[in-house]
């Protein structure tokens, strides 16, 4: 009697134990923002990991050992694709793994950029929500019984997504479109320009990986006067010295940080795809027309 009793008892614990803490879907994501989606459709039904981390840079990231066991043992590997990890086939490759391949930007049409597609489709919301679509369907193929789960989360995310549009609509409403124009030193605000009425100019002569010449600083001056550009957000122009001779010798302003490939830790101005997000287009509305935007 007492082992009947006893065995009564596991299969009740057995029984209550959450979905949470039973085996969830193993997927990994090839960067923060990517994975920061797959987080909001999947809940607590998914363990997702991120190959490339916040303030990572997807374009030139050298794979790890440790990442290779990590996509060996995911059931789906979600990545951009439009070029973006050129690194990660190879790496798919080397660790064996038998993961299905989602490309998250199914459906989008791309810009170009140059010769080559721009991968940075996340820079619209519309976009973010066909990428958000594509994970539910992907997460729903390969775990069935959790595809309402997923679709109600899914619903709720595209809710907030749907709300972030009208806050960007409202900031940028605000701006007259002659002043919709500024220098930045990294291409991956297209698809943002086109469906906002902006102008991203890049700087000539400026590489991301060394500080400028004073040639390189006289032509950058030259552009911005002759474009008219109000704001710059140069990165790589480190020393707030350049920053104000520039800013002093062409009127611009100077921004602030603009987020593009990568979200930040907790701790950031970035730590989610929403809050990046709002983030930039805050940032464009002060440094666009220098007013202090609050909340």
């Known amino acids: 009697m007492q082992r009947l009793f006893g065995f009564m008892c596991l299969v009740l614990i057995a029984t209550a134990v959450p979905a949470s803490a039973q085996e969830r879907l193993k997927v990994v994501a090839s960067f923060s923002i990517l994975g920061d989606f797959v987080r909001n459709v999947g809940g607590d039904r998914v363990s997702v990991t991120t190959l490339v981390g916040p303030e990572g840079d997807a374009h030139v990231y050298s794979p790890t050992p440790a990442d290779a066991k990590k996509i060996a043992d995911a059931k ?67 775990a069935p019984a959790d595809a309402e789960v997923f679709k109600s989360n899914a619903e709720a995310y595209r809710a907030k997504l749907d709300a972030l549009e009208g806050e960007i609509g409202q900031f940028i409403g605000q701006i007259p479109s002659h002043r919709r124009k500024l220098i930045t030193n990294h291409e991956a605000f297209g698809y943002f320009a086109k469906e906002y009425g902006f102008e991203f100019i890049a700087p000539v002569g400026v590489s991301t ?74 940032t464009l509305r002060t440094a666009l027309e220098g007013v202090t935007m609050r909340g």
């Open 76 to 142: 789906l590997i979600f990545i951009n694709g439009l070029g973006f990890e050129g690194w990660l086939p190879r790496l798919v490759q080397s660790s064996g793994s038998k993961a299905t391949v989602v490309t998250a930007t199914t459906y989008i049409t791309p810009l170009k950029l140059g010769s080559h597609a721009d991968p940075h489709a996340w820079q619209t919301v519309v976009n973010a929500k066909t990428y958000i679509n594509n994970i539910r369907v992907a997460l729903s193929a390969a």
């Open 209 to 282: 990986e060394a500080e400028p010449s004073a040639r390189d600083i006289a032509a950058i001056i030259t552009q911005i006067k002759k474009a008219k550009i109000p704001a710059i957000f140069l990165e790589n122009l480190s020393d707030p010295r350049l920053i104000k001779r520039i800013a002093a010798e062409t009127g611009a302003k100077v921004g602030g940080t603009l987020y593009s490939d990568s979200l930040t830790d907790e701790k950031g101005d970035a730590p989610t795809y929403i809050d990046m997000v709002r983030h930039n287009i805050r």
